[in-house]
């Protein structure tokens, strides 16, 4: 699994119109599979009158293959929900349904053009797509002698990490949110400390 990868940010969309054909193509946050088929459905009730929606998504981490899936919706088999999963597929992005809707205009388009067409809609509304980057952090447990308390906090704030819990036991205990490039400065930084402890907690991964 990758360390960070890119997802939508907030709903999008994309009409363009190919040969009197209107392909309108959204794009939403969906992470797993019970949740892409929701935004899918929701767009199928948007709009009931249109002859296609095709979808295809990467409901988890880019490289999560048991999360993908598209479909052609009554396109000919393999000319747009396969296309458009290998656009979705070559943009590194996760956590992302695609659905491209057809008010087919009169003209038929043939294999080649729907692949081509349906290839397009994704294109463009990726191309336009806010995004965020999702960063996988770990709970970390972090001991110290109580006479560190004061050069332990100003660590943490120099460095900007997340606190979830503090502790005043037998030591200082402060369980901390990091990420791996968190967790690698700060141990670091307590190289010169021989007396604290950094360790991780389970479960292993957590996101935000």
Known sequence: MPETYQRPARPHAVSLEIKRSQFICQAAH????????????????????????????????PDDYNLWNCSDDGEPRGTAGKPMLNVLAHSGLGEITLVVTRYFGGVKLGAGGLVRAYSQAVQECLASLPTETRVFTQSYELLAPHDLTGTLEHLIQQLGLTVIERQWRDKLRILLELSDAEASALEMRLAPLPATCLAPLKPARTAD
């Open 30 to 61: 969906t992470v797993g599979a019970q949740a892409a088929n929701d935004f899918v459905l929701q767009v199928r009730n948007r709009y009931p009158d249109a002859n296609h929606n095709c979808w295809c998504y990467v409901a988890g981490a």
